[in-house]
């Protein structure tokens, strides 16, 4: 393909600072820098007030713990493992990954010196802990136990699970951290303002609108000769929060951030006429989506209803009209970068048909074009996160592709914490208390997260803590999924996988719109900055950063 945009996405407008990178980005090599010191300020408009790298994290919250608290393996922007706090990534051909009968074992060895931004050493008492905190979330749910010896943790896994590497994506300090309450560490203070970090920085000051990061002293100790392995060359980088996007860009057409956060395809018309700023694009491995709740009693009583509706609805209202065509259709949950899974016939959207099975299913069209079965109207909620201007005209333009079909479409804004809150602060999409969800999955590299979302198994329940928020349950998904995460076979993970996106085609659990880009938008005085298409976010490399 050529280097103008992301398969099937036409250009911006050409603007001399708009730069959009290839599929997949190219190979990271840094440019050494020429001067030490000197400080960033990185913007978003959704700031934490606090930090707990462990569990489920917004964006946000990932790009600052990934400069505090550095992982056992790293994703780079090619999205490649690298060891971090480890000294390389196991396989079965090091010898690191052993089968044992129907699970595994994943032995982790340190480097030799690494220390705690307080001169502590890293242990594998570390991985440990970080094991105990979390052992109910996905994947660490597969571990068994752990035993430590010298600098080597060695993981017994109940199962084979091919998406250990990233596990342990940041591992906490246990001599800081393990005499707190168990109860009670994700209320500690130390959330607030971490005192011990092992990334290239360390907290110096905490929430109000910013945290501010001073570079971490010993991040160098045992990295010698590894490509990120020497001290930040920014003495501080600071995350500023917004209250709204539109005073994020404000600041940074002004000149007073160098870099942008959780900007997107609407903002690339404004952006793109700013001076004094490059613009990188790359595809990433988030993708918008619009969820049915399959036990809404409405849906649940009529699954003809849901199938109709995800097999009519016109995306093309969003991605042609409120994107304007800079963002790809997506097929599904698993993104073309992942190029070793087969993606297969692409969704098929057909609203005539869908109208068809609609008044087969006994919906009939009144005067007003909306729907009605057995004096039932058909009247639907759409919920999303609010402040979001994207969010807003893809919901309205959803909302007008439904009415198109028959069905009069309300959107519902809710706080963010609201949507994606717990099960116990019943959080709507937890709970299952909405018809129609508007938001994106940000995946990592390896679909075995997949199994977590679309299992039949993982329905959020008052115990659990799956993220099956369609409350989907299709025997073929299920089915697919097991296969593609009981191998270390990458050739059959890739026959699974592609099983799995037939399956997910026909049960029509929810509508996939489009493929997200990873706009990353930079002062250009700072260099070094390379969009990661995988979670690991912007800030990956931030140790790299120069000014």
Not at 207 to 222: A, E, F, I, K, V
Not at 350 to 371: C, F, N, V, Y
Not at 476 to 497: F, N, V, W
């Amino acid at each position: 393909m050529t280097a103008c945009a992301p398969p099937g996405a036409p250009a911006p407008s050409p603007s001399p600072t708009v730069r959009i990178e290839s599929s997949p980005p190219p190979k990271y090599v840094p440019e050494p820098a020429r001067h030490e010191g000197g400080t960033v300020t990185v913007g978003d408009w959704q700031l934490p007030g606090a930090l707990l790298p462990v569990g489920t994290q917004t964006a946000s919250a990932t790009a600052v713990e990934q400069t505090i608290f550095s992982p056992l393996i790293g994703v780079d922007s090619q999205l490649a493992y690298y060891g971090d706090l480890a000294r390389d990534v196991p396989s079965l051909d090091n010898g690191e990954v052993k089968l044992t009968g129907s699970g595994m074992d994943v032995a982790y060895t340190l480097r030799e010196g690494l220390r705690w931004s307080d001169g502590q050493p890293v242990t594998p008492d570390d991985i440990a802990f970080t094991w105990s905190v979390q052992k109910q979330s996905a994947g660490y749910d597969q571990i068994t136990g752990i035993d430590r010896s010298g600098s080597t943790a060695t993981i017994h896994f109940k199962a084979i699970y091919p998406a250990f590497p990233l596990l342990f994506s940041a591992v906490l300090p246990a001599h800081r951290l393990a005499s707190i309450d168990p109860a009670k560490l994700a209320s500690n203070s130390f959330w607030n303002k971490p005192d011990v970090a092992s990334g290239p920085f360390q907290v110096l000051e905490a929430p109000g609108s910013r945290w501010t990061l001073q570079r971490n002293p010993h991040y160098p100790d045992g990295r010698a000769g590894t490509p990120l392995g020497h001290a930040a060359h920014l003495d501080r980088l600071v995350f500023r929060g917004y209250d709204t996007k539109d005073a994020e860009l404000a600041d940074l057409k002004a000149g007073d951030l160098q870099v942008g956060l959780d900007l997107n395809e609407r903002d690339l018309d404004l952006v793109s006429r700013f001076s004094g700023v490059r613009l990188k694009l790359v595809p990433s491995l988030s993708y918008e989506q619009l969820a049915l709740n399959h036990d809404d009693p409405l849906f649940k009583t009529d699954p003809a209803l849901a199938a109709a509706l995800a097999g009519g609805l016109d995306r093309h209202s969003v991605t042609g009209g409120v994107l304007h065509g800079r963002a790809p259709l997506a097929d599904g949950p698993i993104s073309p970068l992942q190029s070793w899974i087969a993606q297969g016939p692409a969704w098929q959207t057909d609203p005539a048909a869908a109208r068809q099975a609609l008044d087969a299913d006994g919906w009939s069209i009144g005067s007003d074009g909306i729907r009605a079965k057995a004096g039932r109207r058909l009247t639907l909620v759409i919920s999303t996160a609010g402040g979001n201007p994207l969010r807003d005209a893809e919901a309205a333009a959803l909302a007008a592709a439904l009415h198109g079909l028959g069905a009069e479409a309300r959107v519902q804004e809710v706080p963010n914490q609201q949507l994606f809150g717990s099960y116990a602060s019943r959080g709507l999409l937890e709970r299952g208390t909405y018809q129609l969800a508007l938001w994106s999955w940000v995946l990592p590299p390896d679909p075995d997260a997949l199994f977590d979302i679309y299992a039949s198994t993982r329905v959020p329940s008052a115990g659990g803590s799956g993220q099956n928020y369609d409350r989907c349950r299709d025997p073929e998904i299920d089915a697919a999924l097991a296969e593609g995460r009981s191998t270390l076979d990458a050739q059959k993970r890739g026959q699974a996988y592609s099983r799995f996106l037939a399956a997910y085609r026909g049960a029509r659990c929810e509508v996939p719109l489009f493929q997200r880009l990873d706009v990353a938008v930079t002062a250009n005085g700072l260099h070094n900055v390379a969009p990661n298409p995988a979670a690991t976010g912007n800030t990956w490399n931030a140790v790299d950063w120069w000014v």
